[in-house]
């Protein structure tokens, strides 16, 4: 198991997507996992504990890390605790489901900052920490390829992470250090659910998608994992799509 013993970040690890990866990461017992949030105490604290109930050491770090100093002072934290960071997995997000025509220059540079901005300057700051042959993860989302109603600002942010995974896989390769994206599609999450329509939306896209439902945030989780593992070794830059088929419906 690759992951064990290793030191483990996640942004956005509170809830969803994030802490479910936590909790799947945990079942290969790294050294430590640490779960980045922004709000939501509680449910950092929660993660916190059902982490430890696995045996493993856990952390949960404050930070809005959509601002460079606030993202800074995570990354100098981890290097004061722990030295070290062997995997970096970028999956805080922002979106504001409005057309592109009314997105305001504010919502843009925000939605932009904690999505795109923040896995570039994540990515270098982790690099610095990291051993040879450590991973990097980006979350995507199948708006970064289709146009999706109301979620061009979002859609346009994850595209322009998915151009970063390929670069950064380039010039991180000399070190071994695998880059990747896993690209979600449409997954049962608090965010998702603040759609006006989720319930339509959600029986909408079950209706089309071959494996007859839709994500939950342990079918992504999974696929984190994986792209953790050795026999993943030989995948390099990639954007893994895993969103049950949908997309081959066009």
Same mark, same amino acid.
């Given at each position: ?10 942004? /956005?690890? @509170?809830?969803?997507? /994030? %802490? ?17 949030? #922004? ?6 604290? @929660? ?20 601002? *460079?100093? *606030? ?11 722990? /030295? ?5 997995? @970028?999956?805080?997000? %922002? ?6 025509? *009314? ?31 450590? %991973? ?8 970064? @390829? ?10 346009? #942010? ?7 995974? %390929?670069?950064?896989?380039? *010039? ?12 979600? /599609? ?15 939306? #959600? ?48």
């Amino acid at each position: 198991m690759w992951l064990r013993d290793r030191v483990v970040l996640i942004t /956005g690890g @509170s809830r969803g997507i /994030g %802490r479910a990866t936590a909790l799947r990461m945990a079942e290969e017992k790294p050294a430590h996992i640490a779960v980045v949030y #922004a709000l939501d105490h509680e449910a950092a604290e @929660s993660t916190v504990k059902e982490l430890e109930q696995c045996g493993i050491s856990a952390s949960a770090i404050c930070a809005d890390v959509g601002q *460079e100093e *606030e993202l800074r002072r995570v990354f100098d934290l981890m290097e004061e605790r722990h /030295g070290r960071i062997d995997v970096f997995i @970028s999956n805080a997000a %922002r979106a504001s489901f409005v057309p592109l025509l *009314e997105v305001s220059a504010r919502t843009w540079q925000k939605v932009g900052d904690l999505n795109t901005r923040a896995f570039l300057l994540g990515a270098q700051m982790a690099a610095k920490l990291m051993p040879d042959g450590s %991973r990097i993860i980006a979350l995507s989302s199948l708006g970064s @390829s289709f146009c999706l109603p109301n979620y061009g600002a979002l859609g346009a #942010a994850k595209a322009a992470m998915e151009a970063l995974v %390929r670069y950064l896989a380039v *010039e991180l390769a000399p070190r071994n250090i695998h880059v990747n994206a896993v690209c979600g /599609g449409f997954v049962d999450t608090d965010s998702t659910r603040l759609l006006e329509n989720f319930k339509g939306v #959600a029986a909408e896209v079950a209706a089309r998608t071959p494996a007859g439902r839709i994500a939950q945030p342990d079918d992504i989780a999974g696929v984190v994992l994986l792209l953790c593992r050795s026999e993943a070794n030989w995948v390099r830059g990639q954007t893994i799509v895993a969103d049950g088929g949908y997309s081959l419906r066009g």
